[in-house]
């Protein structure tokens, strides 16, 4: 699929010879519903385009968060290129199966918003609750901080990386039950922890070799 998706913006690709021609709409959306199926670039690039906005402005309403609501589009149209040969013209129109999917990558994005949130909650909760019964309050903050610190170094990480990490660490999943939750291969959740936790401990090395020192 066309890289620059994944970074901000579709490569836009000729589409007279694909999608466009003496047609009206209807026949116009039709053709990128078949090419999108058939695995043709520049018709995803065109659903993008055209459906994007629709997209965005669905998630926006329920997320209100223009940022996070791109983010969606973006995995929305992911996930329909990947998933492209389980759609069938015959069971509705594209736009309602990318609808369709969006609702599902908004639920996600609650979830994982959610999750944040009472991890947020936790860590307050455990410096209030570990500065009172601990003799050395300040060794309790210290460890509440690491906790903190790791928490805001995940949120750096791309997200499928962070993802697969926060279900493994917060929602004590194991790989396997990962990859059942995602529908990734075993293999490809395996190997996201691994790149996300090398990622993670080269950015914390370089936190701490760039923290200034006393003295």
């Given at each position: 699929?066309?890289?620059?998706?994944?970074?901000?913006?579709?490569?836009?690709?000729?589409?007279?010879?694909?999608?466009?021609?003496?047609?009206?709409?209807?026949?116009?959306?039709?053709?990128?519903?078949?090419?999108?199926?058939?695995?043709?670039?520049?018709?995803?690039?065109?659903?993008?385009?055209?459906?994007?906005?629709?997209?965005?402005?669905?998630?926006?309403?329920?997320?209100?968060?223009?940022?996070?609501?791109?983010?969606v589009t973006q995995q929305v149209f992911v996930a329909?290129?990947?998933?492209?040969?389980?759609?069938?013209?015959?069971?509705?129109?594209?736009?309602?199966?990318?609808?369709?999917?969006?609702?599902?990558?908004?639920?996600?994005?609650?979830?994982?918003?959610?999750?944040?949130?009472?991890?947020?909650?936790?860590?307050?909760?455990?410096?209030?609750?570990?500065?009172?019964?601990?003799?050395?309050?300040?060794?309790?903050?210290?460890?509440?901080?690491?906790?903190?610190?790791?928490?805001?170094?995940?949120?750096?990480?791309?997200?499928?990386?962070?993802?697969?990490?926060?279900?493994?660490?917060?929602?004590?999943?194991?790989?396997?039950?990962?990859?059942?939750?995602?529908?990734?291969?075993?293999?490809?959740?395996?190997?996201?922890?691994?790149?996300?936790?090398?990622?993670?401990?080269?950015?914390?090395?370089?936190?701490?070799?760039?923290?200034?020192?006393?003295?």
């Amino acid at each position: 699929m066309s890289t620059r998706m994944m970074t901000g913006g579709l490569h836009r690709a000729p589409l007279d010879d694909a999608t466009e021609g003496r047609d009206g709409d209807d026949d116009r959306d039709d053709r990128i519903a078949r090419g999108l199926a058939q695995g043709d670039e520049r018709c995803l690039d065109a659903a993008y385009r055209r459906w994007g906005p629709l997209v965005h402005t669905l998630a926006a309403r329920t997320l209100g968060d223009p940022r996070e609501a791109e983010d969606v589009t973006q995995q929305v149209f992911v996930a329909a290129w990947r998933g492209r040969a389980t759609y069938r013209s015959e069971r509705g129109s594209l736009p309602a199966w990318l609808t369709g999917i969006t609702c599902r990558k908004v639920a996600d994005a609650l979830t994982a918003r959610t999750r944040r949130t009472e991890l947020a909650s936790a860590l307050r909760s455990g410096l209030e609750h570990e500065g009172a019964t601990i003799g050395e309050p300040e060794r309790a903050l210290d460890r509440i901080l690491d906790r903190i610190v790791v928490t805001e170094e995940l949120a750096r990480l791309p997200r499928v990386q962070r993802d697969v990490l926060e279900l493994a660490y917060f929602g004590d999943l194991t790989q396997t039950q990962i990859a059942d939750h995602t529908g990734m291969p075993l293999g490809t959740v395996k190997s996201h922890a691994r790149r996300g936790l090398q990622r993670l401990r080269h950015n914390l090395d370089h936190d701490a070799a760039m923290a200034p020192t006393g003295g």
